[in-house]
């Protein structure tokens, strides 16, 4: 595998702080909650690596340490004192079984709303609604389930969730009462993803209200 070039590096953190500064600016990153990654380089599902935010700041500032490099195990591949996220292995099971390029993860009150809602089926239902094109999913009415995970403070054990609980056509895994993480083909594609599955999230909690 030919190593990654300070540029390749430099363009991931780029996109990362852009669309950190993004999303912090609709306040989906309260209390330094949420993690962002992009893969960098080559990709095999063995051996690969990624740009990921670096654990426990507040995501709504900038500073030079926010980002680090890591590898397929989440093990930091230039000597650094920053250490990743600590769902950093959530991010390294995502990219090892879909080959994405991006993986969004926040928690806002409507996915935390949505996931308690559904927490016991194990997935969020969402019906009929526009919005489910974003997912590149064009048939009519369509009906997808977004799948909910349980949130063990254990985070290897959720890892070890991330496998089966993946559904191809759906880009993104909720944790019961945790947040989401979105994933595409790159920072553009994870974006319109999480955009797409936070619409559900509120509709699906406000109909409910709506339905009573
Ligand atoms: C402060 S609550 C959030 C954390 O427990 C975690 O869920 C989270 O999303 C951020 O952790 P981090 O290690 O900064 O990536
Ligand atoms: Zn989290």
Not at 53 to 71: A, H, I, R
Not at 89 to 104: D, F, Q, R
């Amino acid at each position: 595998m030919t190593e990654l070039t300070l540029e390749q590096k430099q363009h991931a953190y780029d996109e990362l702080r852009e669309i950190k500064a993004n999303l912090a600016a609709r306040g989906w990153f309260p209390a330094t909650s949420g993690n962002l990654s992009v893969r960098v380089g080559e990709f095999t599902p063995d051996k690969f690596t990624f740009a990921v935010t670096s654990s426990g700041k507040d995501k709504s500032l900038q500073s030079p340490e926010d980002f680090l490099l890591v590898n397929e195990k989440g093990t930091p591949v230039e000597a650094t004192r920053l250490k990743p996220s600590a769902e950093t292995l959530i991010h390294c099971e995502i990219y090892k079984y879909t080959g994405a390029g991006a993986i969004l993860h926040v928690h806002t009150m409507f996915n935390n709303l949505a996931s308690e809602l559904y927490g016991e089926e194990g997935f969020i239902p969402v019906e009929g609604i526009e919005i489910i094109k974003a997912l590149n999913i064009w048939e009519e009415d369509a009906t997808i389930r977004i799948p909910v995970l349980p949130n063990y403070a254990d985070i290897p054990k959720i890892a070890e969730l991330v496998q089966g609980a993946i559904v191809p056509r759906i880009p993104g895994i909720v944790l019961r009462k945790h947040g989401i993480y979105a994933w595409g083909a790159s920072v553009a594609e994870a974006k319109r993803h999480l955009e797409a599955f936070e619409f559900m999230f509120e509709y699906v909690y406000r109909w409910h209200l709506l339905k009573k």
